[in-house]
């Protein structure tokens, strides 16, 4: 991420495993970065706060839960005590499954509570993270502001049914993505919005669902992050406002 300036301020939410730990990784081994990452929870946050006690001058870590708008908001009031800008702020927030609740099988599966919930993290938390931190995206250098979507959410590939809240929640956080790119291009046209689909990792998010996976289609959570990063370095003003495969190519919508 050294293309931007000599020192590159990241955000990841959601770094306590899975993608986003794999990002604070893989930003720890660049020079000149200084990463801020949040966890909902401590006890099962252990690798993460470990990597801030070794490298405690690059990693800042911060407990946030993204459904409470008034943390998200404190966050932000937090860093920008310490920083006038962030160059990379990525959304690796998100649910499947949790518990009882699980990805609907039929419309008859559907209960209201579970689809409010889905939207809150998955679509509402990305909208409310643009809201708090535009100010700091609000200076001339290159900013990427990325959320991780799913290619489920499209709506145009969805030839299977089913997963009734997971699908909508992802559909709709594309619509909030394009909306807020425009607004961004705007006020903080050097930012660059987008939608980033991972492909499918091995996760606890996918875990439940691997049986049926080739091999060669189930990424390690190493290799997802470095293409989605090869991806974020090639993004131009050109791309704010679209979703992006682990491969740099487009997904319809």
Same mark, same amino acid.
């Given at each position: 991420?050294?293309?931007?300036?000599?020192?590159? &301020?990241?955000?990841?939410?959601?770094?306590?495993?899975?993608?986003?730990?794999?990002?604070?990784?893989?930003?720890?081994?660049?020079?000149?970065?200084?990463?801020?990452?949040?966890?909902?929870?401590?006890?099962?946050?252990?690798?993460?706060?470990?990597?801030?006690t070794?490298?405690? +001058?690059?990693?800042?870590?911060?407990?946030?839960?993204?459904?409470?708008?008034d943390?998200?908001?404190?966050?932000?009031?937090?860093?920008?005590?310490?920083?006038?800008?962030?160059?990379?702020?990525?959304?690796?927030? @998100?649910?499947?499954h949790?518990?009882?609740? +699980?990805?609907?099988?039929?419309?008859?599966?559907?209960?209201?509570?579970?689809?409010?919930y889905?939207f809150?993290?998955?679509?509402?938390?990305?909208?409310?993270?643009?809201?708090?931190?535009?100010?700091?995206f609000?200076?001339? &250098?290159?900013?990427?502001?990325?959320?991780?979507?799913?290619?489920?959410?499209?709506?145009?590939?969805?030839?299977?049914?089913?997963?009734?809240?997971?699908r909508?929640?992802?559909?709709?956080?594309?619509?909030?993505?394009?909306?807020?790119?425009?607004?961004?291009?705007?006020?903080?046209? +050097?930012?660059?919005?987008?939608?980033?689909?991972?492909?499918?990792?091995?996760?606890?998010?996918?875990?439940?669902? +691997?049986?049926?996976?080739?091999?060669?289609?189930?990424?390690?959570?190493?290799?997802?992050? &470095?293409?989605?990063?090869?991806?974020?370095?090639?993004?131009?003003?050109?791309?704010? @406002?679209?979703?992006?495969?682990?491969?740099?190519?487009?997904?319809?919508?």
């Amino acid at each position: 991420m050294n293309n931007y300036q000599t020192k590159t &301020n990241a955000l990841i939410f959601g770094a306590s495993r899975g993608i986003g730990l794999g990002f604070v990784k893989a930003l720890l081994e660049k020079q000149d970065v200084n990463i801020y990452a949040t966890y909902r929870r401590r006890n099962v946050s252990t690798e993460l706060l470990s990597l801030e006690t070794t490298h405690p +001058q690059a990693l800042h870590c911060l407990a946030v839960d993204v459904t409470k708008e008034d943390q998200i908001a404190n966050l932000s009031d937090y860093i920008q005590q310490t920083e006038s800008k962030l160059h990379l702020v990525i959304n690796c927030v @998100g649910i499947l499954h949790q518990g009882a609740l +699980q990805p609907e099988k039929s419309v008859g599966q559907i209960h209201s509570e579970n689809l409010v919930y889905y939207f809150r993290v998955n679509s509402i938390a990305s909208a409310l993270i643009a809201k708090h931190f535009l100010p700091l995206f609000c200076h001339s &250098n290159k900013s990427i502001l990325a959320f991780i979507g799913a290619k489920i959410g499209s709506i145009s590939d969805n030839n299977l049914g089913g997963w009734y809240g997971y699908r909508a929640s992802k559909a709709a956080l594309n619509m909030l993505m394009r909306t807020i790119a425009i607004e961004y291009g705007r006020k903080c046209p +050097q930012t660059i919005v987008v939608s980033l689909h991972p492909g499918t990792t091995d996760t606890d998010l996918s875990k439940p669902f +691997q049986k049926n996976i080739p091999p060669h289609q189930l990424f390690s959570i190493e290799r997802t992050v &470095n293409q989605l990063l090869k991806v974020i370095n090639s993004l131009t003003e050109d791309d704010s @406002g679209y979703f992006f495969s682990w491969d740099g190519n487009r997904v319809p919508w």
